[in-house]
């Protein structure tokens, strides 16, 4: 989805820098994979008439060569298809279609009204008969409580991602409306303000809330915690991250970083190398595309 943010921020930058009207835009669309393949449907590239492009498709293969188609587009007005073979002039073996078209400007104004409102967009793109259906949701929006040395490198790594990283320092002010798209780290590595966090937080049953500190204090918090007769579910992870061995601040906010990727994007967190089928899923994705009634 990070391309998709990527291409807001621009969209954004750019309004009014010339007047609304339709085509000004080109969306390259990846609709169909077959084999392997880099980016899966769904991934997105914006294309400005100045030849400026958002996002990608591939390992940075075939931009070049649908930008150029793109600027044929927004000149025509008439979509385009293309088609790579992977297996014969990339590292790949596969094969994947890329759809072309003008979009409106109001197309990219009610995506960011949806996503600013944190409401899931539903972005249907028609071709040939058929169309793709995406589910765009809001940016992962992660709630820090606590400062401290690992902070910077939460912050970095987060823009990266395309998330939205919220600092908040006293638990008693939170005023932000939790979705499915928020995951909490508590951190203060204070027994008192990491108590009255996970109070207010575990009732909220996020997917993710994250504990940072020893087992003796996780479970002397926990324990409290169940006194009062709050639940403990298993979007609770305490100690939080990934066993990577870390220990720098740099390190536990990777770790920590991804868990938090492993849990929304339902990732099983083992190596690559040990998995014994394709890395992406071969079934079709539900509604990812349909062939439209004739």
């Given at each position: 989805?990070?391309?998709?943010?990527d291409?807001?921020?621009?969209w954004?930058?750019?309004r009014?820098?010339?007047?609304?009207?339709?085509?000004?835009?080109a969306?390259?669309?990846?609709?169909?994979?077959?084999?392997?393949s880099?980016?899966?449907?769904?991934?997105?590239?914006?294309?400005?008439?100045?030849?400026?492009?958002?996002?990608?498709?591939?390992?940075?293969?075939?931009?070049?060569?649908?930008?150029l188609?793109?600027?044929?587009?927004?000149?025509?007005?008439?979509?385009?298809?293309?088609?790579f073979?992977?297996?014969?002039?990339?590292?790949?073996?596969?094969?994947?279609?890329?759809?072309?078209?003008?979009?409106?400007?109001?197309?990219?104004?009610?995506?960011?009204?949806n996503?600013?409102?944190?409401?899931?967009?539903?972005?249907?793109?028609?071709?040939?008969?058929?169309?793709?259906?995406?589910?765009?949701?809001?940016?992962?929006?992660?709630?820090?409580?606590?400062?401290?040395?690992?902070?910077?490198?939460?912050?970095?790594?987060?823009r990266?991602?395309?998330?939205?990283?919220?600092?908040?320092?006293?638990?008693?002010?939170?005023?932000?409306?939790?979705?499915?798209?928020?995951?909490?780290?508590?951190?203060s590595?204070?027994?008192?303000?990491?108590?009255?966090?996970?109070?207010?937080?575990?009732?909220?049953?996020l997917?993710?809330?994250?504990?940072?500190?020893?087992?003796?204090?996780r479970?002397?918090?926990?324990?409290d915690?169940?006194?009062?007769?709050?639940?403990?579910n298993?979007?609770?992870f305490?100690?939080?991250?990934?066993?990577?061995?870390?220990?720098?601040?740099?390190?536990?906010?990777?770790a920590?970083?991804?868990?938090?990727?492993?849990?929304?994007?339902?990732?099983?967190g083992d190596?690559?190398?040990?998995r014994?089928?394709?890395?992406?899923?071969t079934?079709?994705v539900?509604?990812?595309?349909?062939?439209?009634?004739?």
């Amino acid at each position: 989805m990070k391309e998709i943010y990527d291409i807001l921020r621009e969209w954004n930058k750019r309004r009014g820098e010339s007047p609304s009207r339709t085509g000004i835009f080109a969306l390259a669309t990846l609709v169909r994979a077959e084999g392997s393949s880099y980016r899966r449907p769904g991934a997105r590239m914006l294309i400005f008439e100045d030849g400026k492009t958002v996002g990608s498709l591939s390992a940075g293969c075939l931009e070049e060569e649908v930008a150029l188609c793109a600027r044929e587009v927004l000149q025509t007005g008439e979509a385009a298809m293309m088609t790579f073979d992977t297996r014969r002039r990339f590292g790949c073996a596969g094969k994947i279609e890329i759809f072309i078209e003008q979009i409106p400007e109001n197309f990219l104004s009610e995506l960011a009204a949806n996503l600013e409102a944190r409401r899931g967009h539903l972005a249907i793109t028609r071709f040939e008969g058929n169309e793709f259906v995406q589910e765009i949701h809001p940016p992962l929006r992660v709630l820090v409580f606590g400062d401290g040395p690992d902070n910077t490198p939460l912050r970095s790594l987060g823009r990266l991602l395309g998330w939205e990283i919220v600092e908040i320092v006293d638990p008693n002010s939170i005023s932000i409306e939790p979705d499915q798209w928020t995951a909490a780290i508590v951190k203060s590595h204070n027994y008192g303000r990491d108590y009255v966090a996970l109070q207010k937080l575990l009732p909220l049953d996020l997917r993710y809330v994250g504990l940072v500190g020893p087992r003796k204090r996780r479970d002397q918090v926990m324990n409290d915690l169940l006194d009062l007769g709050i639940t403990v579910n298993a979007g609770f992870f305490a100690p939080a991250g990934l066993d990577l061995g870390a220990e720098t601040p740099e390190e536990i906010a990777l770790a920590i970083v991804s868990e938090i990727q492993r849990v929304f994007a339902k990732g099983s967190g083992d190596s690559l190398r040990e998995r014994k089928v394709a890395i992406h899923q071969t079934a079709p994705v539900p509604n990812a595309w349909q062939k439209l009634p004739q």
